[in-house]
């Protein structure tokens, strides 16, 4: 079946843009994950969704980030007046639930270069 | 918060050779440890996950073992071959009511062949 989708795969904006990045999980999966991947580090949690609700979002980095999820399904991470530091890849994962051993899966993730 | 340090941040090995990368955390609630692949350009995959009532899992040539008093837990790849050269990634799950997530921050493992 389908896996984890994010669009757009590469996305090129100038400093103070605002950018709309979009993930479609597996159907059936109730979480969902964001992620920030710096160029050479870890994964940075972000944020998670149970259905459309976000339990915690203590890991965004400013005000300047915010993401919504609709029906249970799509999620936008929306970055406004971006800066340069927001570089990275962006990635998405989702599981069936949230319980002990429910897998995540990932996206392709997007890679976002602020000039 | 949970904090995970992840060591060697790089590791070469001839090929056959055993590959351990090791891992720690902080916060003696985690209690779910999945490790990750992430071969170049590509998605982090799971590769094997123990749960904080086991100390040792394997999956052929893939093994993790797992310390609670310690806390830390290592990955241990034996009979490397250069398909497994890739980053790969230890993690510490907090199930809540929902999975809270702390990456190690990777191992560059690199099989000559």
């Known amino acids: 079946g389908a896996g984890v989708s994010q669009s757009p795969s590469n996305k090129v904006t100038e400093k103070g843009k605002d950018v709309e990045l979009r993930c479609d999980p597996i159907?059936?999966?109730?979480?969902l994950y964001w992620y920030r991947q710096s160029l050479g580090q870890g994964l940075e949690f972000l944020i998670y969704?149970?259905?459309?609700?976000?339990?915690?979002k203590s890991g965004l980095p400013s005000d300047r980030f915010s993401a919504e999820r609709t029906g249970g399904s799509v999620s936008t991470l929306t970055i406004q007046r971006t800066q340069q530091e927001d570089s990275a890849v962006y990635l998405c994962a989702s599981s069936l639930g949230a319980l002990v051993g429910d897998e995540q899966f990932f996206g392709p993730g997007t890679r976002l270069t602020v000039l | 918060g949970e904090n995970v340090e992840q060591h060697p941040s790089t590791l070469s090995v001839q090929e056959g050779d055993s590959a351990v990368i090791k891992c720690t955390y902080s916060?003696?609630?985690?209690?779910?440890f999945p490790w990750y692949k992430q071969e170049l350009g590509k998605r982090p995959q799971l590769i094997i996950d123990i749960r904080s009532n086991v100390g040792e899992k394997k999956d052929q040539r893939i093994a993790v073992t797992l310390n609670k008093t310690a806390k830390h837990f290592s990955l241990h790849i034996t009979e490397t071959q250069p398909e497994d050269s890739a980053v790969y990634f230890c993690a510490a799950n907090l199930i809540l009511g929902y999975q809270k997530v702390t990456f190690g921050t990777g191992t560059k493992l690199q099989v000559i062949p």
């Open positions: 916060d003696s609630a985690s209690n779910y």
């Open positions: 969704f149970q259905g459309n609700s976000a339990p915690d």
């Open positions: 159907s059936g999966h109730t979480a």
